[in-house]
């Protein structure tokens, strides 16, 4: 099945705000500057904690945007428009001397480089906390063996960084609409944190994705081969104008668990989109 994109989002570091872009280069591991940084508490006890939305709401309340030359990204805290950003170089240096963190998630890990404490001490300014911030470098995560595709090699040759278990996540227009309409209107889709959206195609309805097998998206066709429904966690009801959850009635995790637990490995979360892998590496447009 062919279709047409309708946006492209990377998230340079995971769980803050998304980046909206016009063309993407595909790695091996998953779309480039996606998910290659991720915040860490570091514990009493020397053991770090891996900072993600869905248990520090606020991490939404940090706006990325892409410098012109696509080599850094600026980080705005929004609640203070006026105070100055912090510019991170997307792909920092790193020497013998840079400490390192082992980084687990979902089973699988990688070793990760703190990128030092200017880029920390403005996180833990506005958090109020001390955090550090961590760059994956050239490493790469496996993917859990049943998220990723069949194949003879182990693990399969399209790893990830600092996502949660697959490097791209597809969903659709028709999707979305439904997901608008039980919150009686609109959602903000990037709280899903899509990488590929894709416009819905002829003749199809919400949630057709998640019985595709392989699709082809933009101009020049990149092959997608389609493998696990997402399962949704807590972080879709956070609020992206307070960083708090939203309140109980407006919040859409309950409205789509009624229908949307579709997933026979995570019989009690909802759904939305589907992960993907690719093997055509290099950069497409939009």
Known sequence: ?????????IHPIKSLRSIPVQSITITPNGLQHDRTF??????PDGAIKNMTIKETSELCLFQPTLSPDGQSISVFFTPMPSA??????????ITPETKSYEINIFSTAATGYDVGSEFALFFSNHLGYPVRLVYIGRNQRSTHPAIAPPTTSTPHPQGIAFADAAPILVSTRASLDDVAARQGGVFDLT???SNIFVATPDGATAYDEELWAQVE???TPVRLTMTFN???????NVDY???????????????????????????FRPCFGRYAFCEQFGRFPL
């Open 38 to 43: 991720i915040l860490v508490r570091i514990l």
């Open 217 to 219: 998206v933009g101009e």
């Open 1 to 9: 099945m062919a279709m047409n994109i309708a946006q492209l989002y």
């Open 84 to 93: 100055p950003p912090i510019t991170i170089p997307l792909e920092p240096v």
């Open 241 to 267: 104008e307070t960083g708090k959850l939203m309140p109980a009635g407006e919040q859409i995790y309950k409205k789509m668990t009624k229908d949307r637990r579709i997933n026979p490995y995570f019989p």
């Open 230 to 236: 997402t399962v949704r966690c807590q972080s879709i």
């Open 191 to 193: 709280k899903f944190r």
